[in-house]
T-cell receptor, first 115, second 111 residues
Framework: DAGVIQSPRHEVTEMGQEVTLRCKPI?????LFWYRQTMMRGLELLIY????????DSGMPEDRFSAKMPNASFSTLKIQPSEPRDSAVYFC?????????????FGPGTRLTVL | GENVEQHPSTLSVQEGDSAVIKCTYS??????FPWYKQELGKGPQLIID?????GEKKDQRIAVTLNKTAKHFSLHITETQPEDSAVYFC??????????FGTGTRLKVLA
C-alpha cells in the first residue's frame, strides 16, 4: 500500500491568501484525522471524520479553518484567510475503524509557511 | 483533563547503550498505548503499541512496558544504533478514537 498521501509537501504563501491541503487516506480505512504540529503545542487534533462525516471538529482553531471529505479517498483542509500563526506542519492520518485500539497511520505532512 | 507527560525531552546515548523513555497518563480509561518515531521531515511512524490487558511487549530491540495501576508506560530500546536517532512520541487512547500525545523525546545516538 502507498500509505497516506498528502499534497503539497511544502507550501509558502502570503498572509491573507487561501491555502488548501490535500489528503488521500489508506484504501479501506474509514477514519481520517487532521493534525497540526508546532514546537509550542505539539501534535493537536484538528478534526476527525468517520465514514466521510465530521465527528469531532472541536480542535479547529477558528472559522478560518474548514475541512471536507467528499468521498472515502479524499479530504481537504482549507485555511482562508491564512495568517502567520498558522505556520506549522499539518498531518493527515487514517485508521481502519477509528475505534479503541485502532492504529492511526500518518502521512508525510505538509509544511505550511505563511509570510 | 486528559494529559500525557513524557520524559525526558532530550536523551543522548552512546551507540550500543540502551535508551528508556517514560510516559504517564491521567485518564484511567485509557486502553491503548502506541509509540511513534518521527524522523526529520517525515510523519510519525508507529513502532510498537501495547494494549491494557498486556504488561509488556517486545519486538526485536524495542520493548514497551505498561503499569496500569501507576498509569505509567515506557519505551525501551536496546543496542541503540545511529538510525534510532529521531523524536519519539508516546500516546494514550482514553476513548474511542482520540489519541492524547506526549510532548516528544528527541533521542540522539552518538557513534
Amino acid at each position: 500500500d502507498a500509505g497516506v498521501i498528502q499534497s503539497p509537501r511544502h507550501e509558502v504563501t502570503e498572509m491573507g491568501q487561501e491555502v488548501t491541503l490535500r489528503c488521500k487516506p489508506i484504501s479501506g480505512h474509514n477514519s481520517l484525522f487532521w493534525y497540526r504540529q508546532t514546537m509550542m503545542r505539539g501534535l493537536e487534533l484538528l478534526i476527525y471524520f468517520n465514514n466521510n462525516v465530521p465527528i469531532d471538529d472541536s480542535g479547529m482553531p477558528e472559522d478560518r479553518f474548514s475541512a471536507k471529505m467528499p468521498n472515502a479517498s479524499f479530504s481537504t483542509l482549507k485555511i482562508q484567510p491564512s495568517e502567520p500563526r498558522d505556520s506549522a506542519v499539518y498531518f493527515c492520518a487514517s485508521s481502519f475503524l477509528g475505534s479503541v485500539g485502532d492504529t492511526q497511520y500518518f502521512g508525510p505532512g505538509t509544511r505550511l509557511t505563511v509570510l | 483533563g486528559e494529559n500525557v507527560e513524557q520524559h525526558p525531552s532530550t536523551l543522548s546515548v552512546q551507540e550500543g547503550d540502551s535508551a528508556v523513555i517514560k510516559c504517564t497518563y491521567s485518564d484511567s480509561a485509557s486502553n491503548y498505548f502506541p509509540w511513534y518515531k518521527q524522523e526529520l521531515g517525515k510523519g510519525p511512524q508507529l513502532i510498537i503499541d501495547i494494549r491494557s490487558n498486556v504488561g509488556e511487549k517486545k519486538d526485536q530491540r524495542i520493548a514497551v512496558t505498561l503499569n496500569k495501576t501507576a498509569k505509567h508506560f515506557s519505551l525501551h530500546i536496546t543496542e541503540t544504533q545511529p538510525e534510532d536517532s529521531a523524536v519519539y512520541f508516546c500516546a494514550a487512547q482514553p476513548g474511542t478514537y482520540k489519541y492524547i500525545f506526549g510532548t516528544g523525546t528527541r533521542l540522539k545516538v552518538l557513534a
